[in-house]
Every structure is written in structure tokens, then in C-alpha cells.
């Protein structure tokens, strides 16, 4: 008998479909992976499984457990879905109750279940069963790193002693190495307990990495499903092999494009935020750079990659002019600066490409009056030729000019993403510093994004700095790759060189943490340990 | 914002007493200010209160020889310093129209303020956290609309005119109170609390509504959020985990506006004891006020101020102890 | 506006104060009796024909006092949050624009004016001045500065994110262009909303302060004042007060009706517990 079997789920918000009719089954120790773009309606069905819709939507539909219907009574079924269903969510943060410690919050998912398990568990168990110290327990969320915070969502789903964990996006709110690690956990932890897992995610290779089968999801239907090696490896339906293409990058060009002599020269720079205690006497100053000294040659692709934290975002804001170093300096084609007292002159060689498309845009202006911010730099610009530099700019990104009297909230991610790239070529600059450019777009967008900026680089001799934590994307894009850790440059190289012989722990670690590429051949065991 | 994962091994108690310092730095220097700008506004009043005191008649060598006996003569920030010197031994001056000690007059007039502003509290409290409590649980059904209703009236009724109604059934229709008036609580304390039993009503209707209302918000607002979800999650339902998880983290706003209340209340006797002809805070002010008694309005409203910058210290001392976040230095 | 008016609350809300607002404004030009027209000979009448809500103890009728006494306390609140807005706002956007010790003094500052209740700077302000009705508008006016300031910060603070911010500092705006351009227009609907809340706080505390006499001064008119008024009288004469109650009863319904619609209608994300209640 199935462990979970779902019949003709619909879940509508109104008259919204949400989920349109899609049926499911798990047998027991099995591990079903949901995959789905945003607004897929992968997490809805993860929510109505359990009954936990927000409020205001509706399902109808069968859901049985191990053959029986869920039961309809509130209580009746919010015991069930403690003692036999865990769950892990996608933002630990929020997940967690702020003014509780962990140790009580898992006690209480324990004592709740107690009568539903002979062996009980115990809470120090449980934080070791997934990897934190004792000393965890004792603190409370905001006192905690992301990954410990997952894991201790963990432990909490795990404390029911559970026949299924649900998993939504357990991973996606975590930097690279901590992502790799806790798959590698859910991975471990569902083979020792034979428990069932549904997992639900937008990442093909994490989903190929724990799941043996899979559900592709778009627009509320399930248009694909099979095992994993089928599905990923020999896609039948149109929208499953524009995923699995998207995910996997085109290898970087192999010549060496030409080039030019140094454009960006950043010489030492150190930025200290300055922190005083709680009693505001001054203590250790942050340091998130720390004499960091790189140069760019003109027409050259650079990526930077590190950790979340490394410093790579704070590097980039005093290289554009948004912070200043406080020791060091940058020159840039010759001009010596430190930061925010970028001279205008120059501020118009040097754009910024956002990483969320949605807020690089204000919702109360026109796309063109956004775009013609920057021509503000020049302002011996005749007022007449504005409109043909937008038109000009729109275009290169592949857009009709006549969008720019529409408002953000009338376009896609993509579009917007576009758009965010038109208004950073507008004052013709030579230099293009993308703050990881595609990571808030669903994987189907990404791949135009970025071929779009490869065309843009060739077509205009392009400088590009390219911030990311996505070593396939860089090894796609960059010519060089300098590598961040604790606000140092560790390690630098070509992607090809320096991804197949790593020499320093970080770079090793990042490149251990990569999945393998959805053709590799599988072999989940194969997780790195921590 | 995430904090390090070695922000957790200070003893929290450590964190609080920082906490608590900081924030009485502030209180100390709240209060200086405050009372350096009364000083400086009732300084620069124009008329002599030796002259006031003595009389048009007087002459200007009595005059001369009572300024220079009240230290008038001084330089301002002389005087500055003598009359916070004297506050801090608990002197507040010499009211020169009552002839008493402005320190004895505020004294006796706080029996009726501060009780009538602590009671007015815990009626609100009482009645107004259970009321939003019931009307989030119960969202969207009658007994939250006729709860919301009534506290949609309650808020936009002055309260000094909900006194004066309240003396209209009680005292004049039902009789069963005092319509107004003040029994010292030495001579009879079951009648000084029957006397502000009516008076702490009217002042505690807006309360209890506003409480409710922002009770009921606060609740709505963390039932929405993930980590109910995740009680829910765990075998709970929605009402279990409002109550085990919701209830403490809704309180937080609650506890901002705990602290305000208090204070308006404090304010808020000063208008509601002219309903009820009591001896208060507020009587003892417009007599001042209309007497030119600069001394006593001096020391009344540092009172005043004293009692609302207390009780915010107070509220942000318990927001630091109910909110593990705030002690490690993170600004609200 | 269609889009707005379709939350009824908000359309019910609206109307309604600007029903109280008109008779208020009609006053200027038209009530029924001249409210200076003082004759022993008709006071304390019930309703009548002619006194649709009787008179008071100078023979005034109650419907002309009433619509010349609304008309004040709107003045008074109107003029207050005006002050509020004008003086707070610009403090709570340059404290996010600027930030640093602009911020640090802006949050000092109105910490400080908190612990002013708007009572206390009436006592103040008639100490100095004598009574009247600017002494509320004043008094309202200044605790309204470090509403306005902190409801612009808060909503200010949570734009400056935003990527757009940047990329408009990138562009090379100054920060007073920054706050004008694109801080201002996004927190508007939050100070519309708050503005409303104040307005009903300020008819209120104007009742409050006139009625203890550090406002509104005979011969004008206000609520509150027509409430003191009849404070003497109010066992013998109960309806000289149960109808100015009334009526500000009314109009703060309205008004917080308009203010709840309003949030509603604007961004049910402002749907959240409100710091700024109490006056």
C-alpha cells in the first residue's frame, strides 16, 4: 500500500487555480522530488497535503495516508501531521520562533508526539542526529548561522519519529557549502530512518541529488513524472527539457578574447565598519575587505566568487561608488579614487547591475524615466537625445523601445532583468560590475540573461566584473576567477584551472560543493561529509 | 539580520543590564533636557514673581530684598543648577501662592493621580487584551465584528465626556456612586476608591479599545507568519499554536503601547478629574497656571515628564527581557 | 480613485467627514442663528422647530454652535497635523537620506517631544502666552512632529533598501533629490493614512485641552468648549452635553473609519498594529 496518494488535488485562491488537479503517490521510504519554477504551485501542493493553506485558499481533492482518508477535525488532523509527517521549510529564520529557545521548541514537538512512538527520543539526540553541538540547543534562532538553523528544523521534524518529511526549498535560502551539507543530511537521514521524502525545489541537479523519483510541475499540473535517470537525463515534454537545458551552462568560450590595458586597479582597499558594544565603547572594527589588490584589463571578463559574507558585495560597492575604503584606493582608466567620491566624470563608465529585479526598479516611475536617471552623469548631453539613447539602450537588450512609458510591475523577472541591464548600458560605460545578475531568476530565464550579456560584452567591448556564488555560471562566463574568503582574495586562475585543480581549502570545499552536472552519472551515496 | 553564531555565549542577564544602562543614560539625559527647556521657557516669562507676590503696591526696596531672598538675582544657570540640586534632595521650592512646598502639594495630589492612572491601566488591560485576544481567534465571525465595532466607538469617545455620562447613569440615574468628589484615602479608603472608581472607567474605555484593537492586529499579523506554520507543523492547532507560540511574540507590539498608555493616562487625569472635581495633579496645574505660581508649574510638569519617561524605561526594559534580539545591542 | 472608493468602509468613511467638514465650512457663511446671538428669554429650549436641537444657557441655538464649534476643532486638528507633517516628515527623510548623526539626532529628538504629551506643552504655552485656541494647535502640532518623523523613517528606512535607491545614488542624485524623488512618492500613502489617525487624535485632545480651558477661548467655538460649557449645567441640562459628545463621537468615527479604509484600500500591508494610537 502507498504511504501518501494524492487524487485530482485542486487548490484555488477565489476563482485563481492554484493547483489544477494533480495526483501523486509515495510508497513508503521512497524520496519523490517536486519540481517546479516559481508560481508552479509545488509548495501549495506541499501545503495542502498537510492542510496548512494559507488563508483564503481551498482544495478539494483525495489525500490518503496509508490508505485512509486525512481526517476532517482540525485537532484530529494536526496530530496526524505531527506524529507522521515532518517538515523542513525554506527560511529557517522565519520558521523559528524568535523568543524561544531551540531546545524548547524541539521538547515541545517531542512531548506532543509522545504517545505515538515507544522509543522516545530525546532532544541532545536529535541535535546530534543532525550535526549541532549541544551548546545549539541552548540559543536561540537569531543566535544561530542559516544552516544551523535548518538543522535545527530538522531535528524538530524529526522528533515525531515521521513515516514522510516534506521538505519546500530547504536549501535555497543557504550559501553553497552549507546547501550541499544539509542535502547531504536530508539525503543520510531519510536512508537511515527509511523514511519517505517529498521534496520540493526549483534545482534540477539538487532534486537528482536526493530524490529517486521526480514530478515536474508547471502552471498547477504535473506535466512530467518517472524516475529520476529518465526524467533529467531523457526529457519527453517540451517545458522538462527547456529546464534540464537551462540548468546546465554552455562551456566558456576557449580562445582568449584580446585584451586591452588595465582598466579597474583596486590597490589595497580595506573597509572596517566601525562597532561600539552595548554600552557604545568601541570594539574590534568588522572588516568585511581586507587589503584586497586586483586589477581588470579592459574587455576582460572577471568573476568573483565567495561564500555569502566574504565581502564580495561590500568589494563592489566601493568600486561602483555607493561605499568608501578606508584604507587603499582604486584607480580607474588612470584616476585614482577611494570610493564614494567617484568623480562624476567617471561615474558614467562605471554601471551597477542588481541582483533582485524587482526592487532596481521604482514602482511609482516609468521604465524611462528609470533609464534616464543615469544621463544625469552627463549633463552636457543635449536634452533632445535622450529619448534616442533610451531607444538605444532598450534595443541592445532586445526590448521595444516603446515600453518605456510602461510601469515595472507590467513585466517578468526577465523582462525587468533586461531592463535593469538597459538602464546600466544607457550611459555607454565601459565598465559593467553584475551583482550576481541571474540568481533571483527562475532557471528557464537564465540562460537568455546571460547569453544576452555575452552578446552585449562582444558587441560593445564590455569590461565585466561579475559577482557570484554559482561556480557554473562563472565557469561559463569568466575569463579569470579570483576567489573571496573572510574578506581576502585566496585564490585566482582561469575557471577551467582552477575548478579542476583547486588549491586552496575554500576553492576546494566550493568546488566539492558543486552537484554534479545532471549527465554525470548518479551515485547518491557519493555526498561529501562534512 | 542574522547574528553570529557566537552571539549566544554572553550571559543573557549580562545583556540586559547593558541593555538597561544604555537606555538609562537616555532616561537621565531625556529628563535634563526637559527640564533644562521648562526652565528656559518659564524663565523667559516676562513679570517678576517678587512683584507678584508683594503686590502692585509694594515698594521696589521690598521687592529688591525678597528677590535677592528667593536667589532671582542670580545668574540662570545658577539657578538652574539650585533648582536641579533641589529636586534631586527632593525640594522642589517654595509655591509662593499656596505659602506651602511645592514638593508637599505635587505629593499630595499624586494620591489621586497615580492611582487613578494605575487603576484606569489594569481596567484596560483587563478588559481590552482578553476582548482582541477573542476577536483574532474568532476572525471574521460575529463576535468579532461586534467586538471591533464597539472598539471602533470606544477609541473616538473622549474620555472626559464618557465621564461625564457616566455620572449621568451611575451617580444621578442609579445613585449608586459618588457623582464627583474626593475622601482623602487616610480617612476612608473604601470611600477614596469608590470616588475613583467612576473616573478610572472613563479614562480606561479609549484604552481598553485602543489595547483591544492592537491586541487583535498584533495577533492576526503573527498568526500569518511562518513560524505558526511551523507549530502547526508539529501537531498543534491553529489555536494551540496562537496560544503556545502566537500570544508571547503579539505581545511585543502590545508592550510598546503598554508604555505610551501609561503615560497618556497619567496625562489623561489631568482633563478627566475636572469631570469628577478631584483634587489632583490637573487642579493643582490650572490654579497655577491661573495664578502665575511659576515655581509650581515648574515643579508639576517635571513630574509629569518624570512619570512618562519612567514608564517608557520601564516598557523598554521589559521589551529587552521578553525579546532575546534586543539584548544584544540591536537598535528597535 | 474608483479603485479606492470600491472599499466601502473607506467611501462611507470619506463621506462622512466631508459631510462634517462642509457644515463646518458653512458656518463661515450661513447658520441657522448667528451663534453671537445671545437672548436669555429662549435658553435651555428642547428641540424645537426652529432650534432643531434646542439652545444652551445663553439662548445660542446648538445646530449654528455646533457647525461653527466643528469647524474649529477641524481647524484645530487640520493645522496641527499640518504642522506635524510639514515639520516631521522632512526630519524623518533626512534622517534615512542622511543618515548618521542627522539619524541619530532625529531619533534623540523625538524620543525627546514623546515625553511631552501634548497636555504638558499646552500647560506651557498658556503659562507663557494665555490661552487660546493656537495654544492646541501648538500643543497637538508638536506631538505630531515625532509621529510624522517616525512613521517617515520607518516606511523611508524600508525603501532605502531597495535596490533603485542605489541606483539612483549611482546616477549621482544627492540625497535631498533622493529623498524628493524616490522616498517621498513611496511613503505617501503612509503618511496619508497616518495623517488621518492624527486628524481624529487631534479633534480629540482639542475637546480634551478646551475643555479644561488651555484651548479653544470664548468668543469662538469649539466641541470642547461647548462641552465646558455645559460642565456646570450638565445634571440640570444633560443634552447641552450628550450633543457636542455626540457629534465628536461622530466625526472621529468617520475619520478612523476613512484612516482603516484608507489602509486597506492603499496596501493591506499597513495592516499592521499601529504605535502611534494614543495621544
Same mark, same amino acid.
Given at each position: 500500500?502507498?504511504?501518501?496518494?494524492?487524487?485530482?488535488?485542486?487548490?484555488?485562491?477565489?476563482?485563481?487555480?492554484?493547483?489544477?488537479?494533480?495526483?501523486?503517490?509515495?510508497?513508503?521510504?521512497?524520496?519523490?522530488?517536486?519540481?517546479?519554477?516559481?508560481?508552479?504551485?509545488?509548495?501549495?501542493?506541499?501545503?495542502?497535503?498537510?492542510?496548512?493553506?494559507?488563508?483564503?485558499?481551498?482544495?478539494?481533492?483525495?489525500?490518503?495516508?496509508?490508505?485512509?482518508?486525512?481526517?476532517?477535525?482540525?485537532?484530529?488532523?494536526?496530530?496526524?501531521?505531527?506524529?507522521?509527517?515532518?517538515?523542513?521549510?525554506?527560511?529557517?529564520? !522565519?520558521?523559528?520562533?524568535?523568543?524561544? $529557545?531551540?531546545?524548547?521548541?524541539?521538547?515541545?514537538?517531542?512531548?506532543?508526539?509522545?504517545?505515538?512512538?515507544?522509543?522516545?527520543?530525546?532532544?541532545?539526540?536529535?541535535?546530534?542526529?543532525?550535526?549541532?553541538?549541544?551548546?545549539?540547543?541552548?540559543?536561540?534562532?537569531?543566535?544561530?548561522?542559516?544552516?544551523?538553523?535548518?538543522?535545527?528544523?530538522?531535528?524538530?521534524?524529526?522528533?515525531?519519529?515521521?513515516?514522510?518529511?516534506?521538505?519546500?526549498?530547504? !536549501?535555497?535560502?543557504?550559501?553553497?557549502?552549507?546547501?550541499?551539507?544539509?542535502?547531504?543530511?536530508?539525503?543520510?537521514?531519510?536512508?537511515?530512518?527509511?523514511?519517505?521524502?517529498?521534496?520540493?525545489?526549483?534545482?534540477?541537479?539538487?532534486?537528482?541529488?536526493?530524490?529517486?523519483?521526480?514530478?515536474?510541475?508547471?502552471?498547477?499540473?504535473?506535466?512530467?513524472?518517472?524516475?529520476?535517470?529518465?526524467?533529467? $537525463?531523457?526529457?519527453?515534454?517540451?517545458?522538462?527539457?527547456?529546464?534540464?537545458?537551462?540548468?546546465?551552462?554552455?562551456?566558456?568560450?576557449?580562445?582568449?578574447?584580446?585584451?586591452?590595458?588595465?582598466?579597474?586597479?583596486?590597490?589595497?582597499?580595506? $573597509?572596517?565598519?566601525?562597532?561600539?558594544?552595548?554600552?557604545?565603547?568601541?570594539?574590534?572594527?568588522?572588516?568585511?575587505?581586507?587589503?584586497?589588490?586586483?586589477?581588470?584589463?579592459?574587455?576582460?571578463?572577471?568573476?568573483?566568487?565567495?561564500?555569502?559574507?566574504?565581502?564580495?558585495?561590500?568589494?563592489?560597492?566601493?568600486?561602483?561608488?555607493?561605499?568608501?575604503?578606508?584604507?587603499?584606493?582604486?584607480?580607474?582608466?588612470?584616476?585614482?579614487?577611494?570610493?564614494?567620491?567617484?568623480?562624476?566624470?567617471?561615474?558614467?563608465?562605471?554601471?551597477?547591475? %542588481?541582483?533582485?529585479?524587482?526592487?532596481? %526598479?521604482?514602482?511609482?516611475?516609468?521604465?524611462? @524615466?528609470?533609464?534616464?536617471?543615469?544621463?544625469?552623469?552627463?549633463?552636457?548631453?543635449?536634452?533632445?537625445? !535622450?529619448?534616442?539613447?533610451?531607444?538605444?539602450?532598450?534595443?541592445?537588450?532586445?526590448?521595444?523601445?516603446?515600453?518605456?512609458?510602461?510601469?515595472?510591475?507590467? %513585466?517578468?523577472?526577465?523582462?525587468?532583468?533586461?531592463?535593469?541591464?538597459?538602464? @546600466?548600458?544607457? !550611459?555607454?560605460?565601459?565598465?559593467?560590475?553584475?551583482?550576481?545578475?541571474?540568481?533571483?531568476?527562475?532557471?528557464?530565464?537564465?540562460?537568455?540573461?546571460?547569453?544576452?550579456?555575452?552578446?552585449?560584452?562582444?558587441?560593445?567591448?564590455?569590461?565585466?566584473?561579475?559577482?557570484?556564488?554559482?561556480?557554473?555560471?562563472?565557469?561559463?562566463?569568466?575569463? $579569470?576567477?579570483?576567489?573571496?574568503?573572510?574578506?581576502?582574495?585566496?585564490?585566482?586562475?582561469?575557471?577551467?584551472?582552477?575548478?579542476?585543480?583547486?588549491?586552496?581549502?575554500?576553492?576546494?570545499?566550493?568546488?566539492? @560543493?558543486?552537484?554534479?552536472?545532471?549527465?554525470?552519472?548518479?551515485?547518491?551515496?557519493?555526498?561529501?561529509?562534512? | 539580520?542574522?547574528?553570529?553564531?557566537?552571539?549566544?555565549?554572553?550571559?543573557?542577564?549580562?545583556?540586559?543590564?547593558?541593555?538597561?544602562?544604555?537606555?538609562?543614560?537616555?532616561?537621565?539625559?531625556?529628563?535634563?533636557?526637559?527640564?533644562?527647556?521648562?526652565?528656559?521657557?518659564?524663565? #523667559?516669562?516676562?513679570?517678576?514673581?517678587?512683584?507678584?507676590?508683594?503686590?502692585?503696591?509694594?515698594?521696589?526696596?521690598?521687592?529688591?530684598?525678597?528677590? #535677592?531672598?528667593?536667589?532671582?538675582?542670580?545668574?540662570?544657570?545658577?539657578?538652574?543648577?539650585?533648582?536641579?540640586?533641589?529636586?534631586?534632595?527632593?525640594?522642589?521650592?517654595?509655591?509662593? +501662592?499656596?505659602?506651602?512646598?511645592?514638593?508637599?502639594?505635587?505629593?499630595?495630589?499624586?494620591?489621586?493621580?497615580?492611582?487613578?492612572?494605575?487603576?484606569?491601566?489594569?481596567?484596560?488591560?483587563?478588559?481590552?487584551?482578553?476582548?482582541?485576544?477573542?476577536?483574532?481567534?474568532?476572525?471574521?465571525?460575529?463576535?468579532?465584528?461586534? /467586538?471591533?465595532?464597539?472598539?471602533?466607538?470606544?477609541?473616538? /469617545?473622549?474620555?472626559?465626556?464618557?465621564?461625564?455620562?457616566?455620572?449621568?447613569?451611575?451617580?444621578?440615574?442609579?445613585?449608586? =456612586?459618588?457623582?464627583?468628589?474626593? +475622601?482623602?484615602?487616610?480617612?476612608?479608603?473604601? =470611600?477614596?476608591?469608590?470616588?475613583?472608581?467612576?473616573?478610572?472607567?472613563?479614562?480606561?474605555?479609549?484604552?481598553?479599545?485602543?489595547?483591544?484593537?492592537?491586541?487583535?492586529?498584533?495577533?492576526?499579523?503573527?498568526?500569518?507568519?511562518?513560524?505558526?506554520?511551523?507549530?502547526?507543523?508539529?501537531?498543534? +492547532?491553529?489555536?494551540?499554536?496562537?496560544?503556545?507560540?502566537?500570544?508571547?511574540?503579539?505581545?511585543?507590539?502590545?508592550?510598546?503601547?503598554?508604555? =505610551?498608555?501609561?503615560?497618556?493616562?497619567?496625562?489623561? +487625569?489631568?482633563?478627566?478629574?475636572?469631570?469628577?472635581?478631584?483634587?489632583?495633579?490637573?487642579?493643582?496645574?490650572?490654579?497655577?497656571?491661573?495664578?502665575?505660581?511659576?515655581?509650581?508649574?515648574?515643579?508639576?510638569? /517635571?513630574?509629569?515628564?518624570?512619570?512618562?519617561?519612567?514608564?517608557?524605561?520601564?516598557?523598554? /526594559?521589559?521589551?529587552?527581557?521578553?525579546?532575546?534580539?534586543?539584548?544584544?545591542?540591536?537598535?528597535? | 480613485?474608483?479603485?479606492?472608493?470600491?472599499?466601502?468602509?473607506?467611501?462611507?468613511?470619506?463621506?462622512?467627514?466631508?459631510?462634517?467638514?462642509?457644515?463646518?465650512?458653512?458656518?463661515?457663511?450661513?447658520?441657522?442663528?448667528?451663534?453671537?446671538?445671545?437672548?436669555?428669554?429662549?435658553?435651555?429650549?428642547?428641540?424645537?422647530?426652529?432650534?432643531?436641537?434646542?439652545?444652551?444657557?445663553?439662548?445660542?441655538?446648538?445646530?449654528?454652535?455646533?457647525?461653527?464649534?466643528?469647524?474649529? *476643532?477641524?481647524?484645530?486638528?487640520?493645522?496641527?497635523?499640518?504642522?506635524?507633517?510639514?515639520?516631521?516628515?522632512?526630519?524623518?527623510?533626512?534622517?534615512?537620506?542622511?543618515?548618521?548623526?542627522?539619524?541619530?539626532?532625529?531619533?534623540?529628538?523625538?524620543?525627546?517631544?514623546?515625553?511631552?504629551?501634548?497636555?504638558?506643552?499646552?500647560?506651557?504655552?498658556?503659562?507663557?502666552?494665555?490661552?487660546?485656541?493656537?495654544?492646541?494647535?501648538?500643543?497637538?502640532?508638536?506631538?505630531?512632529?515625532?509621529?510624522?518623523?517616525?512613521?517617515?523613517?520607518?516606511?523611508?528606512?524600508?525603501?532605502?533598501?531597495?535596490?533603485?535607491?542605489?541606483?539612483?545614488?549611482?546616477?549621482? &542624485?544627492?540625497?535631498?533629490?533622493?529623498?524628493?524623488?524616490?522616498?517621498?512618492?513611496?511613503?505617501?500613502?503612509?503618511?496619508?493614512?497616518?495623517?488621518?489617525?492624527?486628524? *481624529?487624535?487631534?479633534?480629540? *485632545?482639542?475637546?480634551?485641552?478646551?475643555?479644561?480651558?488651555?484651548?479653544?477661548?470664548?468668543?469662538?467655538?469649539?466641541?470642547?468648549?461647548?462641552?465646558?460649557?455645559?460642565?456646570?449645567?450638565?445634571? &440640570?441640562?444633560? &443634552? &447641552?452635553?450628550?450633543?457636542?459628545?455626540?457629534?465628536?463621537?461622530?466625526?472621529?468615527?468617520?475619520?478612523?473609519?476613512?484612516?482603516?479604509?484608507?489602509?486597506?484600500?492603499?496596501?493591506?500591508?499597513?495592516?499592521?498594529?499601529?504605535?502611534?494610537?494614543?495621544?
Amino acid at each position: 500500500m502507498s504511504l501518501l496518494e494524492v487524487k485530482d488535488l485542486v487548490v484555488r485562491f477565489g476563482d485563481a487555480v492554484a493547483v489544477d488537479g494533480i495526483s501523486l503517490t509515495l510508497q513508503p521510504g521512497e524520496r519523490l522530488g517536486i519540481i517546479g519554477e516559481s508560481g508552479s504551485g509545488k509548495t501549495l501542493t506541499a501545503l495542502a497535503i498537510t492542510d496548512l493553506l494559507p488563508e483564503g485558499a481551498s482544495r478539494s481533492g483525495t489525500i490518503l495516508l496509508d490508505g485512509a482518508p486525512m481526517p476532517t477535525s482540525e485537532r484530529a488532523m494536526a496530530r496526524l501531521r505531527g506524529q507522521r509527517i515532518g517538515m523542513v521549510f525554506q527560511e529557517p529564520m !522565519t520558521a523559528l520562533n524568535p523568543l524561544m $529557545r531551540i531546545n524548547d521548541q524541539i521538547a515541545e514537538a517531542i512531548e506532543l508526539n509522545s504517545q505515538h512512538v515507544s522509543a522516545q527520543l530525546d532532544t541532545p539526540q536529535l541535535l546530534t542526529e543532525v550535526g549541532l553541538e549541544q551548546k545549539h540547543g541552548d540559543r536561540y534562532a537569531h543566535q544561530l548561522s542559516g544552516g544551523q538553523r535548518q538543522r535545527a528544523m530538522i531535528a524538530m521534524a524529526l522528533a515525531s519519529q515521521p513515516d514522510l518529511l516534506i521538505a519546500d526549498e530547504p !536549501t535555497s535560502a543557504l550559501d553553497l557549502i552549507t546547501q550541499r551539507l544539509v542535502l547531504a543530511l536530508i539525503a543520510d537521514i531519510c536512508a537511515r530512518r527509511r523514511m519517505a521524502l517529498l521534496f520540493i525545489s526549483h534545482d534540477l541537479k539538487a532534486v537528482a541529488q536526493v530524490c529517486t523519483r521526480v514530478a515536474v510541475m508547471h502552471s498547477g499540473r504535473i506535466v512530467e513524472t518517472g524516475s529520476v535517470e529518465q526524467v533529467l $537525463r531523457a526529457p519527453q515534454q517540451d517545458y522538462t527539457r527547456r529546464l534540464v537545458s537551462a540548468s546546465r551552462f554552455a562551456p566558456a568560450a576557449t580562445e582568449l578574447r584580446p585584451l586591452g590595458e588595465t582598466l579597474l586597479q583596486v590597490k589595497g582597499v580595506t $573597509r572596517d565598519y566601525h562597532r561600539r558594544n552595548a554600552l557604545f565603547w568601541p570594539i574590534a572594527p568588522l572588516r568585511p575587505v581586507n587589503d584586497v589588490s586586483l586589477s581588470i584589463a579592459s574587455g576582460e571578463v572577471v568573476a568573483l566568487v565567495g561564500p555569502s559574507g566574504c565581502g564580495k558585495t561590500t568589494l563592489a560597492k566601493v568600486i561602483v561608488g555607493l561605499d568608501s575604503a578606508s584604507a587603499g584606493s582604486i584607480a580607474f582608466a588612470g584616476q585614482s579614487y577611494r570610493g564614494r567620491d567617484l568623480p562624476k566624470a567617471l561615474r558614467r563608465d562605471i554601471s551597477l547591475v %542588481f541582483q533582485d529585479p524587482f526592487s532596481s %526598479f521604482d514602482p511609482r516611475m516609468s521604465i524611462g @524615466a528609470s533609464l534616464s536617471e543615469p544621463l544625469h552623469l552627463e549633463p552636457a548631453l543635449d536634452r533632445a537625445l !535622450t529619448p534616442a539613447r533610451l531607444a538605444e539602450a532598450v534595443s541592445a537588450v532586445g526590448l521595444d523601445p516603446a515600453m518605456l512609458d510602461r510601469y515595472p510591475h507590467e %513585466f517578468s523577472g526577465g523582462q525587468r532583468q533586461r531592463l535593469a541591464i538597459a538602464r @546600466a548600458l544607457v !550611459t555607454r560605460p565601459r565598465l559593467l560590475v553584475l551583482d550576481e545578475p541571474v540568481s533571483a531568476l527562475d532557471v528557464s530565464v537564465r540562460g537568455e540573461v546571460l547569453e544576452l550579456l555575452a552578446r552585449l560584452q562582444a558587441q560593445f567591448g564590455l569590461t565585466y566584473l561579475i559577482i557570484s556564488h554559482d561556480l557554473d555560471m562563472v565557469a561559463a562566463m569568466a575569463d $579569470r576567477v579570483l576567489v573571496m574568503e573572510a574578506g581576502r582574495i585566496v585564490e585566482q586562475g582561469r575557471p577551467g584551472e582552477i575548478f579542476a585543480h583547486p588549491l586552496h581549502r575554500l576553492t576546494q570545499e566550493l568546488v566539492a @560543493a558543486r552537484l554534479p552536472e545532471l549527465d554525470a552519472p548518479s551515485d547518491p551515496d557519493a555526498t561529501p561529509a562534512g | 539580520m542574522g547574528g553570529g553564531p557566537e552571539g549566544g555565549d554572553t550571559a543573557p542577564s549580562r545583556a540586559v543590564i547593558a541593555y538597561a544602562l544604555r537606555r538609562l543614560i537616555g532616561f537621565a539625559v531625556t529628563l535634563l533636557v526637559a527640564a533644562l527647556v521648562i526652565f528656559v521657557l518659564l524663565d #523667559l516669562l516676562p513679570g517678576d514673581p517678587a512683584q507678584f507676590i508683594l503686590g502692585i503696591n509694594a515698594t521696589p526696596a521690598s521687592v529688591a530684598q525678597l528677590r #535677592l531672598q528667593m536667589g532671582l538675582d542670580a545668574p540662570a544657570y545658577q539657578r538652574f543648577l539650585g533648582w536641579l540640586g533641589g529636586m534631586l534632595q527632593g525640594d522642589f521650592g517654595m509655591s509662593y +501662592t499656596q505659602r506651602a512646598p511645592v514638593a508637599q502639594l505635587i505629593w499630595d495630589r499624586l494620591g489621586v493621580t497615580l492611582p487613578l492612572a494605575v487603576f484606569a491601566m489594569v481596567i484596560s488591560m483587563v478588559v481590552g487584551l482578553p476582548l482582541g485576544l477573542l476577536a483574532a481567534r474568532r476572525r471574521g465571525k460575529a463576535i468579532d465584528t461586534t /467586538i471591533m465595532v464597539l472598539a471602533q466607538t470606544g477609541v473616538a /469617545i473622549p474620555n472626559f465626556w464618557f465621564g461625564m455620562l457616566l455620572v449621568l447613569v451611575f451617580a444621578v440615574g442609579l445613585r449608586w =456612586l459618588p457623582p464627583g468628589g474626593f +475622601t482623602p484615602w487616610i480617612e476612608d479608603s473604601g =470611600l477614596a476608591l469608590r470616588g475613583l472608581l467612576l473616573p478610572s472607567l472613563a479614562l480606561a474605555l479609549p484604552q481598553a479599545s485602543i489595547l483591544a484593537r492592537v491586541m487583535r492586529t498584533a495577533l492576526v499579523d503573527v498568526a500569518g507568519q511562518d513560524f505558526i506554520r511551523t507549530a502547526r507543523a508539529k501537531g498543534l +492547532t491553529m489555536d494551540e499554536a496562537l496560544w503556545r507560540h502566537g500570544v508571547r511574540n503579539a505581545l511585543l507590539p502590545v508592550l510598546t503601547i503598554l508604555g =505610551l498608555q501609561f503615560a497618556y493616562l497619567v496625562a489623561g +487625569t489631568i482633563v478627566v478629574e475636572n469631570v469628577f472635581y478631584l483634587p489632583g495633579l490637573g487642579k493643582l496645574i490650572y490654579t497655577a497656571i491661573l495664578e502665575r505660581d511659576l515655581i509650581l508649574v515648574r515643579g508639576a510638569t /517635571i513630574i509629569l515628564i518624570l512619570a512618562v519617561t519612567s514608564t517608557m524605561l520601564l516598557t523598554d /526594559i521589559a521589551y529587552a527581557l521578553v525579546d532575546p534580539r534586543l539584548r544584544e545591542g540591536a537598535q528597535r | 480613485m474608483r479603485r479606492l472608493l470600491s472599499h466601502p468602509s473607506l467611501a462611507i468613511g470619506l463621506i462622512a467627514t466631508l459631510a462634517f467638514a462642509l457644515l463646518g465650512l458653512l458656518s463661515l457663511v450661513w447658520t441657522p442663528f448667528p451663534i453671537t446671538e445671545i437672548d436669555i428669554g429662549r435658553r435651555f429650549l428642547g428641540p424645537t422647530a426652529a432650534h432643531w436641537l434646542g439652545t444652551d444657557n445663553l439662548g445660542r441655538d446648538m445646530v449654528s454652535l455646533l457647525m461653527s464649534g466643528t469647524l474649529t *476643532s477641524f481647524t484645530v486638528a487640520l493645522l496641527a497635523v499640518a504642522i506635524g507633517v510639514g515639520i516631521g516628515v522632512p526630519l524623518g527623510l533626512a534622517a534615512v537620506a542622511w543618515g548618521g548623526w542627522v539619524e541619530w539626532l532625529v531619533l534623540r529628538l523625538s524620543d525627546f517631544v514623546f515625553a511631552f504629551p501634548a497636555v504638558i506643552v499646552a500647560i506651557l504655552i498658556t503659562t507663557l502666552v494665555g490661552p487660546g485656541a493656537v495654544n492646541a494647535i501648538v500643543a497637538i502640532g508638536i506631538f505630531n512632529i515625532p509621529v510624522f518623523a517616525r512613521v517617515a523613517r520607518g516606511g523611508a528606512l524600508s525603501i532605502a533598501t531597495l535596490d533603485f535607491v542605489a541606483a539612483a545614488q549611482l546616477a549621482g &542624485l544627492g540625497n535631498a533629490r533622493i529623498a524628493l524623488r524616490h522616498l517621498l512618492p513611496n511613503i505617501m500613502s503612509l503618511i496619508i493614512v497616518q495623517g488621518t489617525i492624527q486628524m *481624529s487624535l487631534g479633534i480629540l *485632545s482639542e475637546a480634551g485641552l478646551s475643555y479644561i480651558g488651555l484651548g479653544t477661548q470664548p468668543p469662538e467655538t469649539s466641541l470642547g468648549l461647548m462641552l465646558r460649557d455645559a460642565q456646570s449645567l450638565f445634571l &440640570l441640562h444633560p &443634552l &447641552l452635553t450628550i450633543i457636542p459628545g455626540l457629534c465628536i463621537v461622530a466625526i472621529v468615527i468617520a475619520l478612523n473609519i476613512a484612516g482603516d479604509g484608507l489602509r486597506d484600500a492603499i496596501d493591506p500591508r499597513l495592516r499592521q498594529g499601529n504605535r502611534n494610537v494614543l495621544a
